[in-house]
């Protein structure tokens, strides 16, 4: 009777056919999935299509000897395990074969029960070593998302600090030119004042941006259903975006509502249709689509820095040119552009990062040269109730109207004493 199939893919060399039948037999009749080699050629052409997880190897053999094959072996294919075998060894070749990294050696003739137990021990230890290779990679992985959001902080507090006292020396600028301004009235000198005071302005939206970068612009959020505010804006993007572009929006969960500033937000996907625009020059389709969905354990294995729960998906996806890995890593960085000089300042995608994170959301992207870019945002979902309105709204004043009098509801503990409840006067209902 077969057992079950091992995963694990084991080629058998030796140049003997008698011991390659029996040992591939033995080897299959136990579940593992075997190839033969009967010359170490042979076996390097094999290794070089096909993957192989583990090599038994007999030492000695014509042509090329199983030590000269180990070394071939370990140069090209490091995670490939080797047992050796041999009627022959001695002393030398051992030290000569451990020196190698082979896994073990075993003297023929062997036991079946002695060869399967160094099989398993073996394919045990190379699980163990994928899984911690495995392990490492995602370690990896997560200190550069940790690297690159401490990053991202550091240039958002400094970039903050410096937004605000740029902006009590332009609020002095500003204050002083108007007033210069109205004491120059029909002065030859004015049309510099003016001048001064235009460029000022212009400094003055900058700030802004930076401020909305840093997270510390003020925010108005209240509760509201996210589709509604991509309809409300969709008509302004279908211009900003040109003709030659075609705007698809698809949504679901019509009834998701967010806690969100609705003016900032679309501003995020003025930005986003703006930076989407540019990457396709010659034309091509935008589409922006939401959907429900939850973050949950497969999601924070790879982003720690985000937490479960239900978030609504805005996927804003475009079929332009796409970016490198290197762009990708600094797109969200204040004044870094891939565009040419003087058709972009880099931050309208700072700005954007910086409005999804101080709606406690999270925005990524996807992209490939020639495939297109996707910007992803998860915003977090809100229950309509009022205790979730007030934790962002604690001023809210919220009225119940009901046909039910007061101390009925309260007393079956349909809603709180403290919430204010009108009775609905022509419209009376009893328990």
Request: proline share 3%; glycine share 8%; hydrophobic share 35%.
């Amino acid at each position: 009777m077969k057992k079950m199939q091992s995963p694990h893919r084991i080629l058998v060399v030796d140049d003997e056919e008698k011991i390659r039948k029996s040992l591939s037999g033995l080897l299959q009749d136990n579940g593992y999935d075997v190839m033969t080699a009967g010359s170490g050629s042979e076996c390097l052409e094999i290794l070089s299509s096909q993957h192989i997880d583990l090599v038994i190897l007999d030492i000695v053999m014509p042509e090329m000897s199983g030590i000269d094959v180990l070394k071939k072996i370990k140069e090209k294919n490091k995670d490939t395990e080797v047992i050796m075998i041999s009627g022959y060894a001695d002393k030398e070749k051992a030290i000569a074969i451990f020196r190698l990294n082979a896994y073990d050696l075993i003297e023929k003739p062997f036991e079946s029960k002695e060869m399967l137990n160094t099989i398993s021990h073996c394919l045990n230890h190379l699980g163990l070593r994928e899984e911690i290779e495995k392990k490492n990679q995602e370690l990896k992985e997560l200190e550069s998302q940790i690297c690159h959001a401490q990053k991202m902080e550091a240039i958002g507090t400094l970039t903050g600090g410096i937004a605000h006292e740029f902006n009590n020396f332009l609020t002095t600028i500003i204050g002083y030119g108007k007033l210069l301004q109205e004491e120059m009235n029909k002065d030859p000198l004015q049309h510099y004042i003016d001048r001064i005071l235009a460029s000022s302005e212009r400094a003055s939206k900058l700030v802004k941006s930076l401020l909305a970068f840093s997270r510390e612009q003020i925010i108005d959020p209240r509760p509201v259903k996210l589709n509604l505010i991509i309809k409300s804006v969709e008509s302004f993007l279908i211009k900003a975006i040109g003709e030659d572009i075609e705007l698809i929006t698809t949504f679901k969960d019509e009834d998701a509502i967010v806690m969100v500033d609705s003016g900032q937000i679309e501003q995020v996907l003025i930005n986003l249709a703006t930076n989407a625009r540019d990457a396709m020059p010659d034309g091509g389709r935008l589409t922006i689509s939401t959907e429900l969905g939850e973050l949950g354990e497969k999601y924070l294995n790879t982003n720690n820095y985000v937490k479960p729960g239900k978030y609504v998906l805005v996927s804003v996806m475009d079929t332009g040119t796409g970016m490198d890995d290197k762009a990708k890593e600094r797109i969200f960085e204040p004044f870094f552009t891939t565009k040419e000089i003087g058709k972009g300042i880099g931050l309208g995608l700072s700005i954007a990062y910086g409005i999804i994170e101080q709606h406690n959301g999270y925005i990524n992207v996807d992209s490939k040269i020639g495939e297109g870019t996707t910007f992803k945002i998860y915003l977090p979902v809100i229950k309509s109730s009022i205790e979730e309105i007030r934790k962002v709204r604690p001023d809210i004043k919220v009225l119940f109207t009901s046909g039910y009098t007061g101390d009925i509801i309260q007393k079956k503990g349909s809603m709180k004493a403290s919430l204010i409840l009108s009775q609905n006067q022509f419209y009376q209902k009893s328990f």
